[in-house]
């Protein structure tokens, strides 16, 4: 669909990177369209596929991310619930809720958005989602299938940084790919899925010791800490692709990636923020809740 990059072995030869951007948008408008089509077949024969929305907070950016996303799924033909519990809610409600929706017929996918609720743990919360909905992977069932290989829906941010690479044509398969960020939502799923596909992968996180000589070792460096440019010129090798998960407010109301901008003197190809992981995150999941409304 695109034109491809260089291999990461193949440009790191070549000394300091060009710095080529690897935006997001056009892989995100083929998935969107994809899911669309579907979901017009799916609606013909009188299922119309229905994501449901989670949330419990008064964070501004979760709220904006939340709207995106039921905008988009609108656009394409679904259908969209928001289920806001307010930042007040027991972590009770939360769960109740969540064991509502898994139980209702009409509804295929259930994300589960955070922020959550003061003393209320994802991992908890989230086991109450049917992992046939679980179409954002947070379920800890859905982990361990993605860990041991078997079918089940990946967290849509970390499937999108897989998905880019293919956009693109990087493959993994006997590179080093290295991962910063250890979450359960990016850092070890993403890790799963770059094993299936044969890369060799070294995750580091805030207790590793010598983080940018061992970030300097990867062809492919996935930057997924949640920290405003730890990453700098120097944890990455010349002519790495890096991929940049973060997205961090700033106080005028823009986001930043994990990444610093100088970055682009060294790497060979680098994800904006935004614009790179995030519109192919958003159009993963109507891909994973139209998915779902056929096997429901």
């Keep these: 669909m695109s034109q491809g990059t260089p291999e990461p072995a193949a440009a790191a030869q070549h000394g300091t990177g060009h710095g080529r951007e690897l935006p997001g948008r056009e892989l995100a408008g083929a998935l969107r369209a994809e899911a669309a089509e579907r979901a017009a077949a799916l609606t013909a024969r009188g299922t119309t596929p229905h994501l ?6 008064a964070d501004e950016s979760s709220a904006w991310y939340v709207r995106s996303i039921a905008r988009s799924a609108e656009k394409a033909g679904l259908a969209c619930t928001i289920a806001d519990l307010g930042p007040e809610a027991p972590v009770a409600r939360v769960h109740e809720r969540l064991t509502e929706l898994s139980a209702d017929p009409t509804v295929h996918g259930i994300i ?27 379920n800890p069932l859905s982990l361990g ?15 999108a940084v897989v998905a880019l690479l293919d956009h693109y044509k990087i493959d993994p398969a006997g590179r080093h790919a290295v991962v910063v960020g250890r979450s359960t939502v990016v850092g070890k799923p993403v890790a799963h899925l770059l094993l299936d596909r044969n890369a060799t992968v070294t995750v580091c996180h805030s207790r590793t010791v010598g983080l ?27 002519g790495a692709v890096v991929i940049d998960v973060g997205t961090n407010p700033t106080p005028d109301g823009g986001l930043v990636g994990d990444v610093d901008p100088a970055v682009a003197t060294t790497a060979a190809a680098l994800t904006p923020v935004p614009g790179g992981v995030g519109p192919v995150t958003t159009a993963l999941l109507l891909q994973h809740t139209v998915r779902a409304a056929l096997t429901l």
């Design 112 to 138: 589960l958005q955070t922020p959550l609720p003061a003393g209320a743990r994802l991992e908890g919360l989230a086991s109450a989602i049917d992992p046939v909905k679980d179409v954002d992977g947070a």
């Design 145 to 159: 299938r993605l860990a041991a290989g078997l079918p089940a829906f990946a967290p849509a941010t970390a499937e």
């Design 212 to 238: 940018a000589s061992t970030a300097r070792t990867g062809d492919i460096l996935v930057a997924a800490a949640g920290r405003p440019g730890l990453i700098t010129p120097g944890h990455v090798r010349p």
């Design 52 to 57: 449901a929305v989670v949330t419990a907070t």
